[in-house]
């Protein structure tokens, strides 16, 4: 009888690792095992997945943001990108600072050729 040739594909490989990286970061095998199944049947592409744990929950992280919680039927967690709204509050900061200067230079007050309160210019007075 010959041996059996065992070959796994490349996805095979993909998921063996992740499991071996859930189960070191001391998530116990019946969890990874209840996770994967939801996302498999779910639908979810796996292997496009980002999967978190805090060695209790798994978190499956969507490329568009979205963050499932893979042990409760995909529920969806709180996520929050904090450099993406860090980067939107300096963009409208700096909308805001460049607007309130052009509003000033507008004015044309506090500079040379301001006028003296009478609609004219101080050397003119």
């Known amino acids: ?47 496009g997945l980002r999967l978190v744990t805090d060695g209790e929950t798994v978190w499956a992280c969507r490329d568009d943001g979205q963050i499932l919680d893979a042990l409760r039927h995909g529920q969806l967690a709180l996520f929050l990108a904090v450099d ?17 200067r052009a509003f000033v230079d507008g004015l044309g007050v506090d500079g040379p050729g301001a006028d003296d309160g009478r609609g004219q210019h101080p050397s003119q007075g």
């Not at 992740?18 to 990874?32: K, P, Q, T, Y």
């Not at 993406?84 to 909308?95: G, L, N, P």
């Open 84 to 100: 993406r709204v860090a980067a939107d509050v300096e963009t409208e900061v700096r909308a805001f600072d460049a607007e309130r």
């Open 1 to 47: 009888m010959a041996p059996r040739e065992h070959r796994y594909s490349f996805r095979d490989l993909v998921a063996l690792r992740v499991v071996a990286s859930l189960l070191d970061s001391g998530l116990s095998l019946a969890r990874i095992q209840r996770a994967l199944r939801y996302l498999v049947e779910s639908g979810e592409d796996v292997a």
